[in-house]
């Protein structure tokens, strides 16, 4: 069915034009979700691994409450399965005071190396960016 009157210009002009504000909306709506995604989820991950290491016993109590959640575990069980993931959390923790001083000197010397090759305004954006990742991640 055409447009009234015989008015084919104008009515085509008007009909384009809506379709045209449309999908600009509907674009605008999916960008600003996907942006909206996106933050989410950085900022999400960022205070999960905050907490994470910021807590060591998080990880492994939320391990917990999910297994005894989805294995339907019985007190017995629940008693365990904590014992043991309390020894391997230990363990983790043993292993990682044991390997640090080793890679502490693995980062040092990589730190060095990309220092050598740097300009002097190259430089003093990189000690920029280490002071601002150790802002970050609150490391010291």
Known sequence: ????????????????MKKLKLILLLT??????????VVGTRIAV????????????????????DLVRRLKLD????????????????????MGEESRPRLRKILIKANGEIEAVLTPGQLENYHRMQLDNRARWHLH
């Open 75 to 94: 007190a017995t069980q629940q008693v365990q399965v904590s014992m043991a993931l309390r020894a391997a959390h230990n363990g983790i923790i043993a």
């Open 28 to 37: 605008l709506v999916f960008g600003a979700g996907l942006v909206t995604g």
């Open 1 to 16: 069915m055409g447009p009234p009157n015989g008015l084919n210009n104008g009515w085509s002009r008007d009909f384009n």
């Open 46 to 65: 960022r205070n999960f691994i905050n907490r994470a290491v910021g807590e060591p016993d998080f990880l492994r109590t939320r391990v917990e409450r």
